[in-house]
């Protein structure tokens, strides 16, 4: 399982799973159950995204070549009264 957050506005519990990632050049798998990366939906003009990466000791945000494969999940964030996608 991979860290957990808890909404300050719904208090509801929202939890990323330590899922690893597909390798680009051979298409194994990789770090399952000890990694997390998850895209950005940002898009930067070099072919790259920022990606959140964790693991048990550290979290850490930086941009990755995209034929990477790491997960996507898709999040809805309540702010007061608006939804943002």
């Known amino acids: 399982m991979g860290p957990s957050?808890?909404?300050a506005f719904t208090g509801h519990l929202f939890v990323l799973p330590a899922a690893g990632y597909r390798n680009n050049s051979d298409g194994s798998s990789n770090n399952q159950a000890s990694n997390g990366n998850y895209w950005s939906s940002t898009l930067e003009s070099s072919g790259k995204s920022p990606r959140l990466n964790f693991?048990?000791?550290d979290a850490n945000t930086n941009a990755n070549n995209l034929a990477n494969g790491y997960s996507v999940r898709c999040v809805q964030v309540f702010t007061g009264l608006s939804l943002i996608l």
């Open 5 to 7: 957050f808890r909404s």
């Open 55 to 57: 693991n048990s000791s």
